[in-house]
């Protein structure tokens, strides 16, 4: 029985990667972070809510609300839509934006479908391991880029892996975020409910 | 993008035939971003303090239309200004402090001056056209920066290596041209990288050339401001498991460039380089290792325009061959602190002779032998900790110890006849080796209490040891001694072995203001004050009578001195609505003083209280700026150098550009009504006095149009 569900899973995955990905852009530009495949809940785990899907965290709405605090002015025609890149202003000096100045971490929206508990537990515990990790954030190395590290944590909040699923095109970058997942470890034990949803997360870190 | 998902899919093939999953879901809950920056911020203490300002390549872009000069480029930066050389070799000076106390670094190494005039300093090495970003510090600055310095920091740095992200071929670059109508200046510059995944290989090159410039009003030309000279480099750049290796390979040539204030002119000046570096990143921290090798080789002679009263020849050749090494380390050790520790070596030889001229009395036989196998041998080390007790407050402090090697062999004149050689006599019976031992230390805390306030307060002890010339000069004649000095002033200098270095106390503050929102304005005051024991200022020796005119014969002592001021900066967004674009406000004001406390007087070549506004709108593709400028009289001025006073002035230039797609065409006018003023720290026109016996300060730039084109691809 096991294995025809993990034989289902795998080919339902097949199925979803070659499927064409919606890639959704980080906003501050520069590389996509990879949307890490959504797998349909294997039929032994009931969920209250009737999602076929687990729904991860978005942070689009995040991103959105990041930007509007953002003080930082810029006056280039070809401004992106995403957080400002810094204008001869603001590079003579400016400090975090808003949002993380306060070490608020910008509240996840609701999930789409309803108020499922295991949902917001699940988002709890991705804000403080956000709050965590950005803790230990590193000091500008005036390299630019972005890239997003996978890790996965035990029932404990114990890292036993972190790896790089988008990489930046500079391996010092890189190579900064990953040591940066490594070494904010260990997270916070996650509560039975988040655990059983599984504990692979991702986090883009972008560089300016 | 396409490689990861198509490893994803064999990955998944492959494990879809062993493995057999238990019911674990396999989706990566994503946390929001993680944002990095580099801009000022407590966590940047170290790299970007609040009296720091970087410019990007962006603002550069602007101002390379107007000037190949980029010491000039950097007095939009509240506290800096530039001491006049020749077009493309000012030395810049920031809160009173000039280029040969600051700590000027192009891509993170240091650059020996090769010349008694310092007609070659590190900013001459540069371009406007290829220069990717300026980091200026103003105030305190960590002592991981570099020692051997008393004052602010001026880092010109390359881009960064870009490596490709796919299996394609990366090519990008820009290419850069201009036209001055002062002067007829023109140039280009290209800078081109192709790059895979783990090599990149970057060329930059650049041109420029032009005559001699018209200052403004009534005041004519300025003779011997004329130039050319040409930047090559080549940089190739490896990533990979171990880190990122670079070696950089360059090449300088200028076949002339006048010094209006100087009574020489450089005929030639060749320079070539390597630089090498290594970074890496481990879990224990990171490690940066950099290396460099220079070889000069400057000429001074007559240029045309002062053959007519100086005569036809006197050559003299600089040869400056360094070498040195820095090595950092960067350790975290633990969640709040990290640890800096840094080791640097730098060798600086030289060899200044003067040839014999044929059929010259008073030139030969004998080649003048001014600086003999003379060395300039530093070696350092540093300790620095840095805290960050939170998102809102870090403190950094450090310690540097620089131990300063210096000797010169034995000296000649040109002949045994007059003060020259009984000078030599005197000099050759001395021991020249001298040892400093200079202990530095700086502290830095910064403090942002709430959004859109910033503060920082720093105290430095920095300690500079003299250079060649300010020890080893020994030449007591007329002709001599007035060839040593960047002063600019046509007086004569004269070494002293027993100088001691000097020793800086700093105190500077800075405090920022912004407003919240998107177009937010800002407000940005730094005060600070400079106490320096053992200044090298000047005693008066004599007076030299030159070509009708009485200048000074000097000679370098240590004396006491002070500075202290303020540089206030602000923006003030004005609208930002869809049809009428964006625009801005933007003024700097500087304040500043700075007092001999031995003498009582002021020191030399303060720059007066001046001021700037400028108006800046965008709007679509077309962007233009209206830039007012206003310097005040300059009143306090060093008697003992006979320096003049000058008036006040303002200054108009207009500022437009339009862009499209990869394109930009620029348009600037430089000094709009041609207003007529003598450059504050531009020095006495000797370029004028050799040619035509006129006595008068350099005057500033009249006016010029400036058209450029850049394309970037």
């Not at chain 2, 007519?308 to 360094?322: E, F, H, W, Y």
């Not at chain 2, 001021?611 to 001025?637: C, I, N, P, Q």
């Not at chain 2, 531009?682 to 370029?687: D, K, R, V, W």
Request: aromatic share 8%; charged share 15%; glycine share 10%.
């Amino acid at each position: 029985m096991a294995a025809l569900a993990a034989l289902l899973v795998h080919i339902v995955a097949l199925a979803l990667i070659w499927a064409p990905q919606p890639v959704r852009r980080p906003p501050a530009g520069n590389g996509g972070v990879v949307k890490l495949f959504a797998l349909p809940q294997p039929e032994g785990t009931l969920r209250a809510s009737s999602a076929p899907e687990a729904v991860p965290v978005h942070a689009p709405p995040i991103a959105r609300a990041r930007i509007a605090a953002s003080p930082a002015p810029s006056l280039l025609p070809a401004a992106p839509a995403a957080p400002v890149a810094p204008s001869p202003a603001a590079s003579l000096s400016s400090p975090l934006p808003a949002a993380v100045m306060n070490a608020a971490v910008p509240s996840a929206s609701p999930p789409v479908r309803g108020t499922d508990r295991a949902d917001a537990a699940r988002a709890a515990y991705v804000r403080l391991l956000w709050q965590q990790i950005a803790q230990r954030r590193p000091a500008g190395i005036s390299l630019a880029g972005s890239c997003t590290i996978a890790f996965r944590l035990d029932g404990q909040g114990r890292l036993i892996s972190a790896e790089i699923s988008q990489a930046s095109g500079n391996m010092l970058l890189d190579k900064l975020a990953l040591r940066t997942v490594r070494q904010a470890a260990p997270y916070p034990a996650p509560p039975a409910m988040v655990a059983d949803g599984g504990l692979l997360f991702a986090i883009p870190f972008s560089f300016r | 993008m396409i490689v990861s998902r198509h490893s994803l899919r064999l990955s998944l093939l492959a494990s879809a035939c062993l493995w057999q999953l238990p019911a674990m879901a396999q989706e990566a809950t994503e946390l929001p971003q993680v944002d990095v920056d580099s801009a000022t911020s407590p966590a940047n203490l170290a790299t970007a303090p609040l009296t720091g300002a970087t410019l990007s390549r962006e603002e550069v872009r602007t101002f390379q239309t107007r000037s190949s000069d980029t010491a000039r480029l950097l007095q939009g930066v509240p506290g800096v200004s530039a001491n006049g050389g020749g077009g493309f070799s000012s030395m810049p000076a920031i809160r009173g402090l000039n280029e040969q106390r600051l700590n000027i670094l192009v891509d993170g190494h240091p650059i020996d001056s090769a010349c008694p005039n310092d007609m070659n300093p590190p900013l001459s090495y540069t371009d406007p056209l290829t220069v990717q970003g300026i980091k200026v510090i103003t105030g305190v600055s960590p002592v991981s920066m570099g020692g051997d310095s008393i004052g602010g920091v001026i880092a010109v740095e390359s881009a960064a290596p870009v490596f490709a992200k796919g299996s394609k071929l990366l090519i990008k670059g820009e290419a850069s041209s201009f036209f001055r109508s002062n002067g007829d200046g023109f140039g280009g510059g290209l800078s081109l990288t192709m790059a895979t995944r783990n090599l990149s290989a970057t060329y930059s090159g650049s041109y420029t050339e032009a005559g001699n410039y018209d200052g403004g009003g009534d005041h004519g030309a300025v003779r011997s401001s004329e130039f050319a000279k040409t930047d090559q480099a080549l940089a190739l750049a490896w990533q990979n498991g171990l880190g990122l290796f670079e070696l950089k390979g360059g090449y300088h040539f200028s076949p002339y460039e006048g010094f209006p204030n100087q009574y020489m002119d450089m005929t030639s000046n060749t320079s070539w380089y390597l630089n090498g570096h290594y970074a890496g990143l481990f879990d224990w921290g990171s490690l940066d290792i950099k290396g460099h090798v220079r070889d000069t080789d400057h000429e001074m002679n007559f240029l045309a325009d002062k053959r007519g009263l100086a005569g036809r020849d006197m050559p003299m050749n600089t040869q400056v061959k360094s070498a040195g090494y820095t090595i950092k380390f960067d350790l975290p050790v633990s969640s709040r602190d990290t640890l800096r520790l840094g080791h640097d070596y730098h060798h600086q030889g030289m060899d200044d002779v003067w040839p014999a001229v044929a059929g010259s009395m008073m030139m030969g036989p004998n080649p003048y032998l001014n600086i003999n196998g003379g060395r300039r041998d530093r070696i350092g080390g540093f300790a620095e900790w840095e805290a960050r007790w939170s998102d809102k407050l870090s403190s950094l402090a450090g310690l540097r110890y620089d131990r300063v090697l210096m000797n010169s062999g034995t000296v000649q004149g040109y002949n045994g006849m007059g003060a020259d050689a009984a000078a030599a006599t005197a000099f050759n019976a001395l021991n020249h080796r001298r040892v400093d031992h200079n202990w530095s230390g700086s502290v830095l805390l910064s403090y942002a209490p709430v959004a859109g306030v910033s503060m920082e307060l720093g105290y430095a002890r920095k300690v500079r040891s003299p250079n060649l010339y300010e020890r080893y000069s020994w030449g007591r004649g007329s002709m001599s001694s007035r060839m040593i000095g960047w002063f600019g002033d046509g007086n004569g200098y004269v070494g002293n072995l027993d100088l001691k270095p000097e020793r800086a106390d700093t105190l500077s503050a800075a405090f920022e203001l912004r407003g919240t929102g998107k177009q937010g304005w800002s407000l940005k005051l730094a005060p600070y004050y400079t106490h320096v024991d053992d200044y090298i200022d000047v005693v008066k020796l004599a007076n030299l009578s030159v070509l009708g005119t009485t200048v000074a014969q000097l000679q370098f002592a240590n004396q006491k001195a002070e500075f202290y001021g303020l540089d206030v900066s602000g923006v003030l967004p004005l609208w930002d609505d869809g049809a009428r674009g964006s625009a801005r406000l933007t003024a700097t004001l500087s304040y500043l003083q700075g007092e001999n406390l031995t003498d009582g007087g002021p020191l030399y070549h303060q720059m007066p209280l001046h001021a700037k506004l400028a108006l800046e709108h965008k709007v679509g593709g077309l962007e233009g700026a209206l830039e007012y400028e206003w310097v005040d009289g300059k009143t306090r001025v060093d008697a003992t150098r006979n320096e003049p006073q000058g008036a006040s002035y303002q200054l108009v230039n207009l500022r437009t550009a339009y862009s499209w797609k990869q394109f930009r065409l620029s348009l600037d006018v430089e000094n709009l009504f041609d207003t007529g003023y003598d450059l504050p720290l531009g020095g006495m026109s000797l370029g004028d006095l050799l040619a035509d016996g006129v006595q008068r300060p350099v005057p500033g730039r009249g006016r010029s149009v400036n058209v450029g084109l850049n394309v970037r691809f």
